[in-house]
C-alpha cells in the first residue's frame, strides 16, 4: 500500500449506529487531518493531530470522535448522527518540522458516508 | 480569517486547449501557500502545484502551472494542452500561518471542468 488509505470507501447507517472510519498513511508524515466534504460547500477541516496529539478540534459536535493511536494511523468514530452528517469524509496527512516549515498534504480517496 | 473564491462554478474546454481555472484570496498572513488539488468523480484530492507568498516565480508542474498576482491576491491555475483525463473538480487552498503542528487549509468551493472531446 502507498500514499493514504481510508477504509470503508462507502458506508450507509442508520441514526442510532456506531461506526468507525479508518486511515492510514504510508508516507512516514507526523501529522494527520480530518475533512468533511458536503455537496456544494467547501471542505471543511475538522481535526488535526500533530504528533498524535490533538491540536485542532474546529467545534465538531460531539457525535464525532476521532483517535490517533499512532502516526501512521487515524479513526473517526461516530454515533448517533444525523441525515446533515451525509458527506464524503476526507483524511490527509502531512510532515511538519519544528522550524515550521510545512510539506504538502496529501489526502486518501475519502469514504462517502450515507446516514438514513 | 482566510478566504478563497472560486468564481467557477463549470467550465467546459474543448481536448488540447489550455485553460485557465480562477481562484482568488484573502488573507491577513504575510505568509501563506497556496495550493491546488484535483478531485476525480472517485474522491481522491490530488495535490497539483504549490505556490508560496515569497515565491518570485511562477510555479509550474509539467502541464500545470500557477498564475501568481499578489497584488490582485489571485492565484489563477492555468492547465496547457487540456486532456480528457482532466476532467475533475479542482480546488483552490490557502494555508495560514507557520505555527507547527496547526496547518491549515481553507478550500475554495470548487470548479467543475469538464473536457470535451
Known amino acids: 500500500e502507498t500514499g493514504v488509505t481510508q477504509t470503508p470507501r462507502h458506508l450507509v447507517m442508520g441514526m442510532t449506529n456506531k461506526k468507525s472510519l479508518k486511515c492510514e498513511q504510508h508516507?512516514?508524515?507526523?501529522?494527520m487531518y480530518w475533512y468533511k466534504q458536503s455537496a456544494k460547500k467547501p471542505l471543511e477541516l475538522m481535526f488535526v493531530?500533530?504528533?498524535?496529539?490533538?491540536?485542532e478540534n474546529n467545534s465538531v459536535p460531539s457525535r464525532f470522535s476521532p483517535e490517533c493511536p499512532n502516526s501512521s494511523h487515524l479513526f473517526l468514530h461516530l454515533h448517533t448522527l444525523q441525515p446533515e452528517d451525509s458527506a464524503l469524509y476526507l483524511c490527509?496527512?502531512?510532515?511538519?518540522?519544528?522550524?515550521?516549515?510545512?510539506?504538502?498534504?496529501?489526502f486518501g480517496p475519502g469514504t462517502r458516508l450515507l446516514v438514513l | 480569517a482566510q478566504k478563497i473564491t472560486q468564481t467557477q462554478p463549470g467550465m467546459f474546454v474543448q481536448e488540447k486547449e489550455a485553460v485557465t481555472l480562477d481562484c482568488t484570496y484573502d488573507?491577513?498572513?504575510?505568509?501563506?501557500?497556496l495550493f491546488w488539488y484535483k478531485q476525480p468523480s472517485s474522491g481522491e484530492m490530488i495535490f497539483l502545484i504549490y505556490?508560496?507568498?515569497?515565491?518570485?516565480q511562477n510555479a509550474t508542474e509539467g502541464r500545470y502551472s500557477l498564475n501568481f498576482q499578489k497584488a490582485r491576491k489571485s492565484a489563477n491555475l492555468v492547465i496547457s494542452a487540456s486532456q480528457l483525463g482532466d476532467s475533475a473538480m479542482y480546488f483552490c487552498?490557502?494555508?495560514?500561518?507557520?505555527?507547527?503542528?496547526?496547518?491549515?487549509?481553507?478550500f475554495g468551493t470548487g470548479t467543475r471542468l469538464t473536457i470535451i472531446p
Open positions: 488573507t491577513s498572513d504575510p505568509s501563506y501557500g
Open positions: 487552498a490557502i494555508r495560514k500561518g507557520t505555527n507547527f503542528g496547526n496547518e491549515k487549509l481553507t
Open positions: 505556490q508560496g507568498s515569497y515565491d518570485q
Open positions: 490527509a496527512s502531512s510532515q511538519e518540522f519544528p522550524s515550521g516549515i510545512q510539506e504538502t498534504q496529501y
Open positions: 493531530y500533530s504528533l498524535e496529539e490533538r491540536v
Open positions: 508516507l512516514g508524515h507526523n501529522a
